[in-house]
């Protein structure tokens, strides 16, 4: 999934879902007018920060939580935002810092979105072992998070464990049947295990709920072309990268988990000569398209 659409999201949902409201939360009963206005301007600011986040300004979202956490640095929301915002920006370990901040704040409630955050930021980290760890144990207090599950599912996947994977990723699917990426990544685990009959079942689900995904779509054409069906997997795989050019990269595609199997068939099917010619004429992706993901 798009990583700023995913960050937004839960930056949106952590501040609109955490008790009591966002501008009220922390500020006990007696205090000083001074720290007030202060505490009050962090919690505006911060707000802009997700504002500016939406619109792809992380620069300037990550200077307005840094001013966040300076004039409200006793509210756990303005560090949360702060490290998710350093994780937008691929500043995991400061990342890390700020979400590990905000949790030795944070009350009991609102600890699962952070450790939810900080399993992403040590995913993003290549600590597979710390995200399943942190993942998990948010996951005991709100055991029925589909993107929680997904990422969790995304660590097993990671360390090659494939069943832990799988169900990791069921159990989002059983939270929301259109949870597309969890039923794509299912695909990915049972193409890793030889299994491309119930890879393809599971990537055709995945575009029939999303019919405009291209990575179902490009896994589909793989997998086709290995089993001989030459002329309409390169049929499947121009429109795939028709639709988004930067996957054709190999290392796009590792980045999304295509496993060793795959990337291998995906690259024979790259080498076929009308697609090298077809490859060879695709535009670049556009600014706005990379910066989405």
Do not use: C
């Not at 986040?53 to 702060?82: C, E, N, S």
């Not at 009991?108 to 900080?118: P, Q, R, V």
């Not at 990537?203 to 089993?227: F, G, N």
């Not at 050019?245 to 980045?255: A, N």
């Amino acid at each position: 999934m798009p990583k700023l659409r995913l960050i937004i999201s839960l930056l949106i949902f952590f501040v609109a879902g955490s008790p009591p409201a966002f501008s009220q939360a922390l500020l006990p009963y007696a205090i000083e007018p001074e720290l007030e206005q202060m505490e009050q301007a962090g919690i505006e600011i911060a707000e802009d920060a997700i504002q500016l986040a939406r619109f792809r300004r992380t620069d300037a979202a990550l200077g307005r939580a840094k001013l966040a956490v300076q004039l409200a640095p006793h509210l756990y929301q303005t560090w949360f935002i702060l490290g998710s915002l350093y994780l937008q920006d691929d500043q995991v370990q400061l990342g890390i810092e700020a979400l590990n901040q905000s949790l030795s704040i944070a009350p009991a409630d609102a600890h699962a979105n952070i450790k939810f955050s900080l399993g992403s930021a040590y995913f993003q980290n290549q600590d597979y072992k710390s995200a399943i760890a942190q993942i998990e144990a948010g996951l005991q207090m709100k055991p029925d998070i589909s993107p929680a599950l997904f990422d969790l599912g995304n660590s097993y996947l990671k360390l090659a464990q494939y069943p832990q994977a799988i169900a990791a990723y069921e159990k989002a699917v059983s939270q929301d049947k259109d949870f597309w990426p969890a039923i794509n990544n299912i695909g990915l685990v049972k193409y890793e295990q030889g299994d491309k009959e119930a890879a393809l079942k599971d990537w055709r689900t995945a575009l029939k709920i999303d019919p405009k995904q291209p990575e179902p779509q490009l896994a589909i054409a793989v997998a086709i072309y290995s089993q001989g069906k030459t002329e309409e997997g390169i049929k499947l795989a121009q429109a795939a990268l028709t639709s988004d050019s930067r996957y054709v990269s190999l290392e796009f595609l590792g980045e999304n988990l295509w496993g060793k199997r795959l990337l291998q068939d995906t690259e024979k099917m790259f080498n076929n000569p009308k697609m090298k010619d077809f490859i060879a004429r695709l535009p670049q992706p556009t600014p706005e398209v990379e910066e989405e993901n």
